[in-house]
């Protein structure tokens, strides 16, 4: 591939108002990005507005799981199972180094709420929606194939289980790879650009007031159609259309903490069910960490404000310490937590946060504006499409403009992911003194374009140095991501490009300094910008609460 691609840019109020638009996305999550994605690849003139960071709502504090949603079975979601197991599939081929084959083992004690003969009549289930195009298929396991598998497992009252497949992704990383993809057909994605208002032209959404929290500056954009994607905050959105619009989504919370591995002591994937109320979660490794999750609680915080509180960290580490006795997990083993509120759709009363359909749908305003709402990340491309479907249609409509009935978005593989195998570009790397654990790291986040890395640190040497002591970032991630994935703050970098914020247990407060100077650089910071960005960070590590 061109590893000197030109510079990607965060779109500005100039170019944004330029000309008026088919289609305007609000948000930037994964389904925003989906959508934009989709439509530019159909030829829509597109433009996509977040209020702050690509992905920085629930598209980077979910569970990091691109699954079929084995769990769905037992409420009879059989399409979405369906659908799913899919997706699963694409994702894996479009974005190999960030989509992940990941296997589970499923253990059964006699005190489970899942009984044995139901997990493994679940998992015929399972492979057959799939259509036996897993990974690979399921196996049943005895006790002694279950503790040969996970050794530290409570032995007590175990009896037999199962091992399965899934996959795990960088939520933050494959919704960043996303809007990049939309952005090399043609949208344009400008972040921390909140929408204000909606501009109406009688009783009919033609596009929104925008501020540039960055500059301050404020703008009316125009388009055709608007997109509702926000995600938790969709009814606030909507409600700019109709202030009487009845609500929509009901959020739950889902959270998750961080710990050494080593204390959990896991070698795969590891299901389980909570012996306090029975929902199904997993302890799941991420090299030397492992994360256990998730809670599934109705929430009524505001997504902004949506931490794990003490409650929900006693709670995950009490499931985990039932399964893996010895790890005797405290909140002081705790290196990290996150939670994100999923938008759920409106349930009847008296069904369960657990229970709850994962499906989506699309809710037409009064003023037209298109609002989608409920679905998961693992089906986002299918949400997009049946988006981006109904905007064609109601284009057509407008004036008579014909656009493709489809896109190719599960053919074109997302930036990074141009290569199944990742085993040849290990070598450029390597030939530059790159120590083998920054050699994975890089493979693991940018893919195909670790070469272009890799050009970066022939031209300065300095850029090998390692951002954190304890970690295997290096400078030259800094350099390559500020040209090239759109972050603006200290913290875009830190949290969501590369994770050290959840990674070390000072959260990353260390290369804070040097991070922002080297993003001064690329983005012509001023010496009191510079700094001020490093205090940003800073800052928000010391008001973070102790646990998320």
């Known amino acids: 591939m061109d590893t000197k691609a030109s510079p990607a840019r965060r779109a500005t109020l100039t170019s944004l108002t330029a000309r008026a638009v088919d289609l305007l996305v609000i948000g930037g999550g994964i389904t925003g990005a989906g959508i934009a994605r989709d439509a530019a690849m159909r030829g829509l003139k597109t433009i996509l507005v977040e209020q702050g960071d690509l992905g920085s709502g629930t598209s980077s504090l979910s569970s990091r799981l691109i699954h079929g949603g084995l769990r769905y079975l037992e409420h009879g979601h059989l399409r979405l199972v369906l659908e799913a197991s899919k997706e699963r599939r694409v994702l894996l081929h479009l974005a190999p180094h960030l989509v992940h084959p990941l296997p589970f083992v499923f253990p059964v004690h006699r005190s489970d709420r899942v009984p044995l003969w139901k997990l493994i009549a679940g998992m015929w289930l399972y492979d057959l929606l799939a259509m036996f195009r897993n990974v690979r298929r399921h196996r049943p396991l005895s006790k002694r194939g279950v503790l040969e598998a996970e050794p530290m497992l409570r032995e007590r009252g175990l009896i037999g289980g199962a091992l399965y497949y899934d996959a795990q992704c960088d ?27 909606l501009v109406l032209a009688d009783g009919t959404v033609r596009g929104v007031h925008v501020r540039d929290t960055l500059t301050g500056q404020e703008a009316v954009l125009h388009a055709s159609i608007v997109v509702n994607a926000t995600g938790p905050w969709s009814d606030r959105i909507r409600r700019m259309e109709d202030p009487s619009a009845p609500a929509l989504l009901c959020p739950t919370k889902g959270a998750h903490v961080m710990v050494p591995r ?3 002591g896991n070698q795969h994937a590891v299901t389980i069910t909570s012996p306090i109320d029975g929902r199904v979660m997993f302890v799941l490794p991420w090299g030397d960490l492992a994360y256990i999750g998730t809670t599934d609680t109705d929430s009524g915080e505001s997504p902004e404000r949506a ?17 893996f006795p010895n790890a005797r997990l405290t909140e002081a083993d705790v290196v990290a937590s996150w939670a994100g509120l999923r938008p759920m759709l409106v349930a009847p ?3 369960a946060a657990s229970e709850r359909s994962r499906e989506h749908q699309i809710h037409v305003g009064i003023g037209g504006m298109l609002s989608i709402v409920g679905g998961k990340l693992t089906t986002y491309r299918i949400m997009a499409r049946d ?18 009935v489809r896109a190719e978005t599960d053919k074109e593989p997302l930036p990074g992911g141009e290569a199944q195998d990742l085993q040849p570009f290990q070598q450029a790397p390597r030939d530059l003194g790159v120590p083998l654990d920054t050699v994975e790291h890089l493979l693991r986040h940018y893919g195909t ?19 954190h002591q304890d970690h295997p970032a290096i400078e030259a991630e800094v350099v390559h991501s500020t040209r090239r994935e759109l972050p603006q703050h200290v913290d875009d970098f830190l949290i969501r490009r590369i994770h050290l914020y959840y990674e070390v247990r000072d959260r990353g407060a260390p290369a804070a300094a040097r991070v922002a100077a080297l993003m001064g650089a690329e983005l012509g910071w001023a010496p009191d910008r510079i700094a001020e ?6 800052d928000l590590v010391a008001e973070s609460a102790p646990h998320g």
């Open 533 to 538: 960005e490093a205090k940003r960070y800073t």
């Open 349 to 351: 009363q008296g069904v």
């Open 449 to 467: 374009e670790t070469a272009a890395i890799c050009n970066l640190i022939r031209d300065d040497r300095t850029l090998l140095t390692r951002l």
């Open 307 to 323: 931490h794990a509180t003490s409650d929900d960290v006693i709670y995950l580490l009490r499931s985990a310490n039932a399964y």
């Open 171 to 197: 939520d933050a990383r494959l919704t960043l790879a996303t809007a990049r993809s939309a952005m090399v057909h043609g949208a344009l994605i400008a972040t921390y650009m909140p929408v204000t208002a």
């Open 262 to 264: 080593n204390r959990v």
């Open 387 to 404: 988006v981006v479907n109904q905007a064609v249609r109601r284009l057509h409509e407008l004036d008579g403009t014909r656009y493709p």
